[in-house]
């Protein structure tokens, strides 16, 4: 029943919300046993998260300071250096800059409808594989999806073998 209210609440003409529509209906739709598991997976997280120190001041900042989408229309790039931090950091972190910037490349559909010139805003992210827990098609479409608003997606790694799934290296 709320799945069903919070999915009325998107708009499907936005591409972000398309985005969140297809996540929420898979996950409503799976069986028992594997949403359970997800939850799990998720309450794990949440544990870590308020256990660790450089997360716990992250997310209790009054805000992020990164104005993401302007960076991106007006040049700006940002580094982010992770090299202190523990592997579920790096790879926490790591995946909502990710997510942040597919956000970001995603709200420019609105210059994208209007043809209105959108500058180039390459993501490189060096050692991909820390943050490449999503499936190879999640991987695929966010890239698509970022290139049609002049955003392309450069993933540097090690090499290939061990590295990512197999139908991402083919």
């Known amino acids: 029943k709320f799945g069903a209210q919070l999915l009325s609440k998107f708009d499907e003409t936005k591409a972000l919300d398309r985005q969140l529509i297809l996540y929420?209906?898979?996950?409503?739709?799976?069986?028992?046993?594997?949403y359970q598991q997800k939850v799990g997976s998720t309450l794990n997280k949440l544990r870590k998260i308020t256990l660790s120190e450089t997360l716990n001041s992250l997310f209790s900042a009054h805000t992020n300071g990164i104005k993401w989408r302007t960076g991106m229309d007006e040049g700006y790039f940002t580094i982010f250096d992770l090299?202190?931090?523990?592997?579920?950091?790096?790879?926490?972190?790591?995946?909502?800059?990710?997510?942040?910037?597919q956000l970001a490349a995603m709200s420019r559909e609105d210059s994208h409808r209007s043809g209105e010139y959108m500058p180039l805003h390459p993501i490189v992210v060096d050692e991909a594989p820390t943050f490449m827990e999503q499936s190879a098609d999640a991987i695929q479409s966010f890239a698509d999806e970022a290139r049609k608003y002049n955003v392309p997606v450069v993933l540097g790694m090690q090499g290939l073998e061990g590295q990512v799934p197999d139908d991402v290296a083919s």
Request: proline share 0%; charged share 20%; aromatic share 14%.
């Open 83 to 101: 090299s202190g931090l523990t592997s579920f950091e790096k790879q926490l972190i790591g995946s909502l800059c990710l997510t942040f910037s």
């Open 24 to 34: 929420f209906s898979s996950l409503y739709s799976m069986k028992d046993r594997d």
